[in-house]
Protein backbone atom coordinates (compact mmCIF):
# COMPACT_ATOMS: atom_id res chain seq x y z
CA UNK A 1 0.00 0.00 0.00
CA UNK A 2 1.32 3.55 -0.73
CA UNK A 3 -0.60 4.87 2.40
CA UNK A 4 -3.72 7.23 3.41
CA UNK A 5 -4.92 9.00 5.93
CA UNK A 6 -5.97 7.67 9.39
CA UNK A 7 -9.65 8.52 9.52
CA UNK A 8 -11.73 7.77 12.70
CA UNK A 9 -14.77 5.84 12.76
CA UNK A 10 -17.47 8.57 12.11
CA UNK A 11 -16.24 9.64 9.11
CA UNK A 12 -14.63 6.70 7.85
CA UNK A 13 -17.74 5.89 5.56
CA UNK A 14 -18.12 9.19 3.55
CA UNK A 15 -14.19 9.80 3.07
CA UNK A 16 -14.14 6.73 1.73
CA UNK A 17 -16.64 7.19 -1.00
CA UNK A 18 -14.79 10.27 -1.38
CA UNK A 19 -11.72 9.03 -1.96
CA UNK A 20 -13.12 6.16 -4.24
CA UNK A 21 -15.01 8.92 -6.08
CA UNK A 22 -11.91 10.74 -6.94
CA UNK A 23 -9.58 8.18 -7.78
CA UNK A 24 -12.22 7.10 -10.00
CA UNK A 25 -12.69 10.21 -11.95
CA UNK A 26 -8.84 9.99 -12.76
CA UNK A 27 -7.98 13.50 -13.08
CA UNK A 28 -4.92 14.75 -11.11
CA UNK A 29 -5.03 17.01 -8.36
CA UNK A 30 -2.93 19.27 -9.55
CA UNK A 31 -1.01 19.77 -13.17
CA UNK A 32 2.28 19.35 -10.76
CA UNK A 33 1.02 16.51 -9.75
CA UNK A 34 1.08 14.15 -12.54
CA UNK A 35 4.99 13.45 -13.07
CA UNK A 36 7.49 10.58 -14.67
CA UNK A 37 11.39 9.91 -14.66
CA UNK A 38 13.23 9.16 -17.17
CA UNK A 39 13.87 5.19 -17.13
CA UNK A 40 17.56 5.29 -16.39
CA UNK A 41 16.48 7.76 -13.15
CA UNK A 42 15.23 4.35 -12.04
CA UNK A 43 18.14 2.31 -12.19
CA UNK A 44 21.07 4.49 -11.08
CA UNK A 45 23.37 3.26 -8.57
CA UNK A 46 22.21 -0.03 -9.03
CA UNK A 47 18.28 0.67 -9.20
CA UNK A 48 18.47 2.38 -5.37
CA UNK A 49 14.92 3.26 -5.48
CA UNK A 50 13.70 -0.27 -5.49
CA UNK A 51 16.48 -1.75 -3.15
CA UNK A 52 15.77 1.16 -0.71
CA UNK A 53 13.36 1.69 1.72
CA UNK A 54 14.23 4.39 3.27
CA UNK A 55 15.00 8.00 1.26
CA UNK A 56 12.86 9.99 -0.79
CA UNK A 57 13.59 10.06 -4.64
CA UNK A 58 10.87 12.58 -5.63
CA UNK A 59 13.70 15.00 -6.72
CA UNK A 60 14.28 12.14 -9.81
CA UNK A 61 10.81 12.85 -11.64
CA UNK A 62 9.64 15.98 -13.63
CA UNK A 63 6.27 17.18 -14.65
CA UNK A 64 4.68 15.83 -17.50
CA UNK A 65 1.41 15.44 -19.36
CA UNK A 66 2.24 12.23 -21.29
CA UNK A 67 4.19 8.94 -19.52
CA UNK A 68 5.16 6.39 -22.21
CA UNK A 69 4.78 3.89 -19.81
CA UNK A 70 3.69 2.96 -16.48
CA UNK A 71 5.51 0.41 -13.94
CA UNK A 72 3.62 -1.68 -11.73
CA UNK A 73 4.86 -4.28 -9.51
CA UNK A 74 4.75 -5.80 -6.24
CA UNK A 75 6.87 -4.95 -3.25
CA UNK A 76 6.68 -8.05 -2.03
CA UNK A 77 8.52 -10.30 -4.66
CA UNK A 78 12.30 -10.62 -5.54
CA UNK A 79 13.82 -6.96 -5.42
CA UNK A 80 16.87 -8.70 -7.40
CA UNK A 81 15.04 -10.41 -9.96
CA UNK A 82 13.04 -7.34 -10.63
CA UNK A 83 16.19 -5.52 -11.25
CA UNK A 84 18.06 -7.85 -13.52
CA UNK A 85 15.21 -7.97 -15.49
CA UNK A 86 14.67 -3.84 -16.17
CA UNK A 87 18.86 -3.81 -16.49
CA UNK A 88 17.97 -5.70 -19.51
CA UNK A 89 14.53 -4.26 -20.64
CA UNK A 90 15.99 -0.84 -20.92
CA UNK A 91 19.98 -1.37 -21.18
CA UNK A 92 20.35 -4.50 -22.97
CA UNK A 93 19.94 -3.79 -26.47
CA UNK A 94 21.70 -0.59 -26.09
CA UNK A 95 24.90 -2.43 -24.49
CA UNK A 96 24.38 -5.39 -27.34
CA UNK A 97 25.19 -2.30 -30.09
CA UNK A 98 27.47 -0.47 -28.36
CA UNK A 99 29.85 -3.46 -27.48
CA UNK A 100 29.83 -4.67 -31.04
CA UNK A 101 30.60 -1.84 -32.41
CA UNK A 102 33.73 -1.13 -29.83
CA UNK A 103 34.27 -4.92 -30.91
CA UNK A 104 34.89 -3.40 -34.58
CA UNK A 105 36.71 -0.57 -33.18
CA UNK A 106 39.04 -2.84 -31.64
CA UNK A 107 40.04 -5.11 -34.80
CA UNK A 108 40.56 -1.63 -36.66
CA UNK A 109 42.63 -0.23 -33.94
CA UNK A 110 44.61 -3.27 -34.13
CA UNK A 111 44.82 -3.94 -37.97
CA UNK A 112 46.55 -0.70 -37.96
CA UNK A 113 48.80 -2.15 -35.12
CA UNK A 114 48.03 0.32 -33.12
CA UNK A 115 47.26 -2.65 -30.50
CA UNK A 116 49.35 -5.01 -29.67
CA UNK A 117 48.55 -9.02 -30.06
CA UNK A 118 47.69 -10.99 -27.35
CA UNK A 119 49.76 -14.37 -26.95
CA UNK A 120 50.39 -14.41 -30.47
CA UNK A 121 46.63 -13.70 -31.03
CA UNK A 122 44.34 -10.82 -31.08
CA UNK A 123 41.50 -10.54 -28.36
CA UNK A 124 41.09 -6.88 -28.81
CA UNK A 125 37.86 -7.28 -29.87
CA UNK A 126 36.34 -9.60 -26.93
CA UNK A 127 38.15 -7.48 -24.34
CA UNK A 128 36.70 -4.33 -25.41
CA UNK A 129 33.45 -5.67 -26.02
CA UNK A 130 32.90 -7.30 -22.96
CA UNK A 131 33.78 -4.41 -21.17
CA UNK A 132 31.56 -1.60 -23.15
CA UNK A 133 28.65 -4.47 -22.23
CA UNK A 134 28.71 -4.41 -19.12
CA UNK A 135 29.35 -0.45 -18.80
CA UNK A 136 27.13 0.61 -21.15
CA UNK A 137 24.64 -2.47 -19.07
CA UNK A 138 24.85 -0.91 -15.91
CA UNK A 139 25.05 3.09 -17.19
CA UNK A 140 23.17 3.40 -20.62
CA UNK A 141 20.73 6.56 -20.06
CA UNK A 142 17.45 5.65 -21.28
CA UNK A 143 15.93 9.03 -21.70
CA UNK A 144 12.02 7.33 -21.63
CA UNK A 145 9.49 8.90 -19.44
CA UNK A 146 8.35 6.21 -17.31
CA UNK A 147 6.43 6.10 -13.81
CA UNK A 148 7.57 3.99 -10.55
CA UNK A 149 6.17 4.81 -7.36
CA UNK A 150 9.12 5.09 -5.10
CA UNK A 151 10.60 7.83 -7.43
CA UNK A 152 7.30 9.72 -8.54
CA UNK A 153 5.34 9.67 -5.22
CA UNK A 154 6.82 11.72 -2.90
CA UNK A 155 7.33 10.63 1.28
CA UNK A 156 5.36 14.07 1.98
CA UNK A 157 2.12 12.98 3.35
CA UNK A 158 0.58 15.69 1.83
CA UNK A 159 1.98 14.93 -1.32
CA UNK A 160 1.77 11.07 -1.11
CA UNK A 161 -1.89 11.66 -0.60
CA UNK A 162 -2.58 13.71 -3.57
CA UNK A 163 -0.65 11.21 -5.92
CA UNK A 164 -3.08 8.55 -4.51
CA UNK A 165 -5.93 10.52 -5.67
CA UNK A 166 -4.38 11.27 -8.64
CA UNK A 167 -3.45 7.30 -9.57
CA UNK A 168 -5.93 7.23 -11.99
CA UNK A 169 -4.90 10.37 -13.94
CA UNK A 170 -0.97 8.41 -13.61
CA UNK A 171 -2.49 5.56 -15.96
CA UNK A 172 -5.16 7.84 -18.25
CA UNK A 173 -2.06 9.81 -19.03
CA UNK A 174 0.15 6.91 -19.82
CA UNK A 175 0.80 5.32 -23.04
CA UNK A 176 1.70 1.72 -21.66
CA UNK A 177 2.14 -0.36 -19.39
CA UNK A 178 4.59 -2.82 -18.24
CA UNK A 179 3.68 -5.47 -15.33
CA UNK A 180 6.75 -6.42 -13.63
CA UNK A 181 4.80 -9.92 -12.28
CA UNK A 182 5.89 -12.39 -9.53
CA UNK A 183 3.85 -14.64 -7.31
CA UNK A 184 3.06 -11.70 -5.05
CA UNK A 185 1.57 -9.45 -7.84
CA UNK A 186 -2.18 -11.08 -8.55
CA UNK A 187 -2.66 -11.47 -5.00
CA UNK A 188 -2.26 -7.54 -3.97
CA UNK A 189 -5.08 -4.97 -3.99
CA UNK A 190 -3.04 -1.63 -5.02
CA UNK A 191 -1.34 -3.75 -8.25
CA UNK A 192 -5.08 -5.05 -9.20
CA UNK A 193 -6.01 -1.67 -9.24
CA UNK A 194 -3.41 -0.10 -11.16
CA UNK A 195 -4.30 -2.99 -13.36
CA UNK A 196 -8.29 -1.97 -13.33
CA UNK A 197 -7.71 1.62 -14.03
CA UNK A 198 -5.35 1.45 -16.90
CA UNK A 199 -7.64 -1.05 -18.44
CA UNK A 200 -10.65 1.51 -17.73
CA UNK A 201 -8.54 4.19 -19.23
CA UNK A 202 -8.46 2.36 -22.91
CA UNK A 203 -10.41 3.48 -25.82
CA UNK A 204 -13.01 0.76 -26.55
CA UNK A 205 -11.91 -1.22 -29.35
CA UNK A 206 -8.19 0.55 -28.96
CA UNK A 207 -5.43 -1.81 -28.97
CA UNK A 208 -4.24 -1.77 -25.24
CA UNK A 209 -0.70 -2.00 -24.75
CA UNK A 210 -0.20 -3.98 -21.92
CA UNK A 211 2.96 -6.07 -21.20
CA UNK A 212 3.50 -8.76 -18.41
CA UNK A 213 6.72 -10.43 -17.79
CA UNK A 214 7.77 -12.71 -15.01
CA UNK A 215 10.81 -11.29 -13.24
CA UNK A 216 12.41 -14.57 -12.93
CA UNK A 217 12.77 -13.26 -16.98
CA UNK A 218 15.77 -11.27 -15.66
CA UNK A 219 18.48 -13.53 -14.03
CA UNK A 220 17.89 -15.96 -17.11
CA UNK A 221 18.54 -13.54 -19.96
CA UNK A 222 21.61 -12.38 -17.64
CA UNK A 223 22.88 -15.48 -17.27
CA UNK A 224 22.25 -16.46 -20.57
CA UNK A 225 24.29 -13.34 -21.77
CA UNK A 226 27.59 -13.88 -19.11
CA UNK A 227 27.43 -17.69 -20.16
CA UNK A 228 28.32 -16.95 -23.37
CA UNK A 229 30.65 -14.08 -22.52
CA UNK A 230 32.59 -16.63 -20.41
CA UNK A 231 32.19 -19.31 -23.46
CA UNK A 232 33.38 -16.22 -25.86
CA UNK A 233 36.24 -15.40 -23.82
CA UNK A 234 37.51 -19.33 -23.02
CA UNK A 235 37.19 -20.17 -27.00
CA UNK A 236 39.01 -17.08 -27.66
CA UNK A 237 42.20 -17.56 -25.74
CA UNK A 238 42.20 -21.63 -25.75
CA UNK A 239 43.05 -21.91 -29.21
CA UNK A 240 46.09 -20.42 -28.66
CA UNK A 241 46.88 -21.70 -25.31
CA UNK A 242 45.52 -25.58 -26.26
CA UNK A 243 47.77 -27.31 -28.74
CA UNK A 244 45.23 -30.18 -29.75
CA UNK A 245 42.71 -29.55 -31.94
CA UNK A 246 40.14 -32.68 -30.02
CA UNK A 247 41.38 -31.48 -26.38
CA UNK A 248 40.53 -27.45 -27.36
CA UNK A 249 36.79 -28.54 -28.56
CA UNK A 250 36.45 -30.82 -25.59
CA UNK A 251 37.10 -28.14 -23.14
CA UNK A 252 34.68 -26.22 -24.89
CA UNK A 253 31.70 -28.58 -24.51
CA UNK A 254 32.60 -29.31 -21.17
CA UNK A 255 32.80 -25.57 -20.33
CA UNK A 256 29.66 -25.08 -22.18
CA UNK A 257 27.79 -27.74 -20.22
CA UNK A 258 28.46 -26.17 -17.32
CA UNK A 259 27.63 -22.77 -17.67
CA UNK A 260 24.39 -23.54 -19.79
CA UNK A 261 23.29 -25.86 -17.09
CA UNK A 262 22.13 -23.29 -14.88
CA UNK A 263 20.68 -21.15 -17.91
CA UNK A 264 18.51 -24.51 -18.77
CA UNK A 265 17.63 -24.89 -15.07
CA UNK A 266 16.78 -21.42 -14.55
CA UNK A 267 14.10 -21.44 -17.84
CA UNK A 268 12.50 -24.59 -16.39
CA UNK A 269 11.73 -22.27 -13.53
CA UNK A 270 10.60 -19.53 -15.75
CA UNK A 271 8.14 -21.92 -18.27
CA UNK A 272 6.69 -22.77 -14.76
CA UNK A 273 5.91 -19.51 -13.57
CA UNK A 274 4.69 -18.77 -17.10
CA UNK A 275 2.12 -21.44 -16.06
CA UNK A 276 1.46 -20.12 -12.54
CA UNK A 277 0.85 -16.51 -14.22
CA UNK A 278 -1.80 -18.56 -16.46
CA UNK A 279 -3.37 -20.14 -13.85
CA UNK A 280 -3.65 -16.72 -11.12
CA UNK A 281 -5.25 -14.88 -13.90
CA UNK A 282 -7.20 -17.84 -15.06
CA UNK A 283 -8.89 -18.20 -11.66
CA UNK A 284 -8.67 -14.63 -11.02
CA UNK A 285 -10.87 -13.36 -7.77
CA UNK A 286 -10.98 -10.21 -6.07
CA UNK A 287 -11.81 -12.05 -2.84
CA UNK A 288 -8.05 -13.63 -2.62
CA UNK A 289 -6.82 -10.44 -2.73
CA UNK A 290 -4.40 -9.08 0.18
CA UNK A 291 -4.01 -5.57 1.73
CA UNK A 292 -2.27 -4.00 4.02
CA UNK A 293 -4.88 -2.33 6.47
CA UNK A 294 -6.72 -5.59 6.49
CA UNK A 295 -3.14 -7.75 7.52
CA UNK A 296 -3.23 -5.04 10.11
CA UNK A 297 -6.85 -5.03 11.49
CA UNK A 298 -7.45 -1.22 10.13
CA UNK A 299 -5.22 0.38 12.93
CA UNK A 300 -2.20 1.48 12.28
CA UNK A 301 0.81 -0.22 14.26
CA UNK A 302 2.68 3.05 15.09
CA UNK A 303 -0.47 5.36 16.33
CA UNK A 304 -3.40 2.83 17.26
CA UNK A 305 -5.44 4.77 15.49
CA UNK A 306 -8.06 3.34 12.59
CA UNK A 307 -7.31 3.60 8.87
CA UNK A 308 -9.35 3.23 6.08
CA UNK A 309 -10.24 0.40 4.37
CA UNK A 310 -8.62 -0.16 1.13
CA UNK A 311 -10.36 -2.57 -0.05
CA UNK A 312 -13.65 -1.14 0.45
CA UNK A 313 -12.21 1.91 -1.77
CA UNK A 314 -10.49 -0.48 -4.24
CA UNK A 315 -13.83 -2.09 -4.95
CA UNK A 316 -15.92 0.91 -4.78
CA UNK A 317 -13.58 2.23 -7.98
CA UNK A 318 -13.62 -1.11 -10.02
CA UNK A 319 -17.68 -0.64 -9.65
CA UNK A 320 -17.56 2.92 -11.00
CA UNK A 321 -15.05 1.59 -13.73
CA UNK A 322 -16.76 -1.85 -14.74
CA UNK A 323 -20.52 -1.42 -13.34
CA UNK A 324 -19.56 -4.07 -10.90
CA UNK A 325 -16.57 -6.55 -9.45
CA UNK A 326 -17.36 -9.48 -11.27
CA UNK A 327 -17.22 -7.60 -14.58
CA UNK A 328 -13.83 -6.36 -13.98
CA UNK A 329 -12.65 -9.89 -12.92
CA UNK A 330 -14.32 -11.15 -16.57
CA UNK A 331 -12.35 -8.37 -18.03
CA UNK A 332 -9.19 -9.97 -16.35
CA UNK A 333 -9.73 -13.84 -17.01
CA UNK A 334 -10.64 -12.49 -20.92
CA UNK A 335 -8.13 -9.85 -21.88
CA UNK A 336 -5.36 -9.89 -19.71
CA UNK A 337 -5.49 -13.54 -20.12
CA UNK A 338 -5.68 -13.42 -23.57
CA UNK A 339 -2.68 -10.72 -24.13
CA UNK A 340 -0.79 -12.74 -21.80
CA UNK A 341 -0.91 -16.32 -23.30
CA UNK A 342 0.45 -14.90 -26.72
CA UNK A 343 3.06 -12.52 -24.70
CA UNK A 344 4.44 -15.30 -22.16
CA UNK A 345 5.12 -18.38 -23.87
CA UNK A 346 5.78 -16.38 -27.75
CA UNK A 347 6.56 -13.33 -27.69
CA UNK A 348 9.17 -13.28 -24.98
CA UNK A 349 12.03 -14.78 -26.68
CA UNK A 350 11.50 -12.68 -29.85
CA UNK A 351 14.16 -12.86 -32.48
CA UNK A 352 15.38 -9.76 -31.82
CA UNK A 353 15.60 -10.26 -28.28
CA UNK A 354 17.58 -13.55 -28.67
CA UNK A 355 20.16 -11.46 -30.79
CA UNK A 356 20.57 -8.98 -27.97
CA UNK A 357 21.28 -12.51 -25.90
CA UNK A 358 23.66 -14.13 -28.62
CA UNK A 359 25.73 -11.15 -29.69
CA UNK A 360 29.04 -12.03 -27.49
CA UNK A 361 29.21 -15.28 -29.98
CA UNK A 362 30.25 -12.89 -33.00
CA UNK A 363 33.18 -10.91 -30.53
CA UNK A 364 35.01 -14.08 -30.53
CA UNK A 365 35.03 -14.65 -34.49
CA UNK A 366 35.64 -10.67 -35.35
CA UNK A 367 38.91 -11.41 -33.25
CA UNK A 368 39.64 -14.13 -35.97
CA UNK A 369 38.55 -11.71 -38.44
CA UNK A 370 40.84 -9.40 -38.18
CA UNK A 371 43.50 -11.55 -37.01
CA UNK A 372 43.53 -12.48 -41.32
CA UNK A 373 42.97 -9.25 -42.08
CA UNK A 374 46.41 -8.02 -40.52
CA UNK A 375 48.02 -10.69 -42.64
CA UNK A 376 46.57 -10.21 -45.58
CA UNK A 377 44.37 -13.25 -45.78
CA UNK A 378 41.18 -11.75 -46.78
CA UNK A 379 39.13 -14.68 -47.72
CA UNK A 380 39.85 -16.44 -44.60
CA UNK A 381 39.15 -13.73 -42.92
CA UNK A 382 35.33 -13.01 -45.14
CA UNK A 383 34.74 -17.03 -44.08
CA UNK A 384 35.48 -16.09 -40.29
CA UNK A 385 33.11 -13.55 -40.60
CA UNK A 386 30.31 -15.47 -42.21
CA UNK A 387 30.64 -18.18 -39.52
CA UNK A 388 30.70 -15.53 -36.97
CA UNK A 389 27.29 -13.98 -38.33
CA UNK A 390 25.87 -17.67 -38.64
CA UNK A 391 26.23 -19.02 -35.55
CA UNK A 392 25.69 -15.18 -33.96
CA UNK A 393 22.68 -14.78 -35.68
CA UNK A 394 21.50 -17.50 -36.50
CA UNK A 395 22.17 -20.66 -35.37
CA UNK A 396 22.28 -19.83 -31.84
CA UNK A 397 18.78 -17.94 -31.56
CA UNK A 398 17.20 -20.84 -33.24
CA UNK A 399 18.36 -23.29 -30.72
CA UNK A 400 17.50 -21.51 -27.75
CA UNK A 401 14.37 -21.25 -29.24
CA UNK A 402 14.07 -25.33 -29.59
CA UNK A 403 15.68 -25.55 -26.05
CA UNK A 404 13.00 -22.91 -24.85
CA UNK A 405 10.13 -25.19 -25.80
CA UNK A 406 11.81 -28.18 -24.81
CA UNK A 407 12.41 -26.44 -21.57
CA UNK A 408 8.84 -25.87 -21.19
CA UNK A 409 7.37 -29.53 -21.81
CA UNK A 410 10.21 -30.58 -19.21
CA UNK A 411 9.33 -28.08 -17.16
CA UNK A 412 7.30 -29.53 -14.40
CA UNK A 413 9.49 -29.63 -10.72
CA UNK A 414 10.75 -33.17 -9.85
CA UNK A 415 10.20 -34.06 -6.00
CA UNK A 416 14.17 -35.07 -5.97
CA UNK A 417 16.11 -32.52 -6.53
CA UNK A 418 18.62 -34.78 -8.05
CA UNK A 419 16.49 -36.28 -10.25
CA UNK A 420 15.08 -32.52 -11.29
CA UNK A 421 19.17 -31.50 -12.34
CA UNK A 422 19.26 -34.12 -14.48
CA UNK A 423 16.22 -33.18 -16.18
CA UNK A 424 17.94 -29.29 -16.88
CA UNK A 425 21.29 -31.49 -17.77
CA UNK A 426 18.68 -33.42 -20.42
CA UNK A 427 17.75 -29.90 -21.75
CA UNK A 428 21.28 -29.08 -22.03
CA UNK A 429 22.22 -32.62 -23.83
CA UNK A 430 19.76 -31.82 -26.56
CA UNK A 431 21.16 -28.56 -27.29
CA UNK A 432 24.65 -29.55 -27.19
CA UNK A 433 23.89 -32.73 -29.61
CA UNK A 434 22.36 -29.78 -32.07
CA UNK A 435 25.54 -27.59 -31.39
CA UNK A 436 27.68 -30.35 -32.46
CA UNK A 437 26.02 -31.02 -35.65
CA UNK A 438 26.81 -27.51 -36.64
CA UNK A 439 30.32 -27.44 -35.73
CA UNK A 440 30.39 -30.92 -37.79
CA UNK A 441 29.23 -29.52 -40.50
CA UNK A 442 30.94 -26.31 -40.22
CA UNK A 443 34.69 -27.79 -39.74
CA UNK A 444 34.02 -30.36 -42.31
CA UNK A 445 33.36 -27.65 -45.28
CA UNK A 446 36.45 -25.67 -44.92
CA UNK A 447 38.70 -28.56 -43.73
CA UNK A 448 37.60 -31.53 -45.51
CA UNK A 449 35.34 -30.34 -48.49
CA UNK A 450 36.90 -27.12 -49.48
CA UNK A 451 39.89 -26.04 -47.73
CA UNK A 452 40.96 -23.82 -50.93
CA UNK A 453 38.00 -22.04 -51.27
CA UNK A 454 37.29 -20.83 -47.43
CA UNK A 455 34.83 -18.24 -49.41
CA UNK A 456 33.09 -21.27 -51.37
CA UNK A 457 33.25 -23.11 -47.78
CA UNK A 458 31.69 -20.25 -45.52
CA UNK A 459 28.71 -20.52 -48.30
CA UNK A 460 28.22 -23.85 -47.99
CA UNK A 461 27.96 -23.76 -43.92
CA UNK A 462 26.57 -20.55 -43.55
CA UNK A 463 23.09 -21.09 -45.90
CA UNK A 464 22.08 -24.02 -45.12
CA UNK A 465 22.53 -22.98 -41.15
CA UNK A 466 20.17 -19.94 -42.57
CA UNK A 467 17.50 -22.07 -44.04
CA UNK A 468 17.19 -24.04 -41.32
CA UNK A 469 17.06 -20.82 -39.22
CA UNK A 470 14.35 -19.76 -40.86
CA UNK A 471 12.47 -22.89 -40.66
CA UNK A 472 12.70 -23.30 -36.97
CA UNK A 473 11.11 -20.20 -36.67
CA UNK A 474 8.60 -20.31 -39.15
CA UNK A 475 7.32 -24.20 -38.34
CA UNK A 476 8.36 -24.50 -34.47
CA UNK A 477 4.36 -24.82 -32.90
CA UNK A 478 3.87 -21.90 -30.61
CA UNK A 479 3.21 -23.03 -26.88
CA UNK A 480 -0.45 -23.70 -25.99
CA UNK A 481 -1.38 -22.32 -22.36
CA UNK A 482 -5.12 -22.32 -22.90
Not at 93 to 112: D, R, T
Not at 125 to 132: K, Y
Not at 139 to 157: T, Y
Not at 370 to 383: I, P, R, S, T
Amino acid sequence: MLGHPTLDDDSSEDMDAWFSNTVAMMKPTSPEILRATPAFETLRFLAQPLRARQGDFFGRSQVTTSIASFWSHSWHGSTWQKIAFLFFLNNGPAAAAVSSASAVLAGLLYCFRLLPSIFGHLGWCSIFATFTYVFTLFFWRRRQLVFLDRICISSDENLKAEAMLSLGAFLRHSDAMLVLWDPTFMDRLWCLLELAAFLHSRKEGSKIRLTIRPTVLGPCLQVTVFSLIVFNAVTTFAWVLIDSFWYFWLGVLLLSSVNFWLTAHMGREYCRSIEKVRDDIAFFSVDKLVSWCCCVGHKDPSSGMPVACDRTIIFHCMQIWFGTVEAFEHRVRSDVLRILVDQLSNQVLSYGQLVTVTVPITWGYLDVVFDHFLVGEYAEGVHSLMRGLTYGLAMSPSMILLMFRLAYYLRRKRSLHLLDWLVSSLVILCGLCLFVCFVAWDLSTFTVLLPEAPIVAGLLFSVPTVAVALLVWRVVPKVKLL
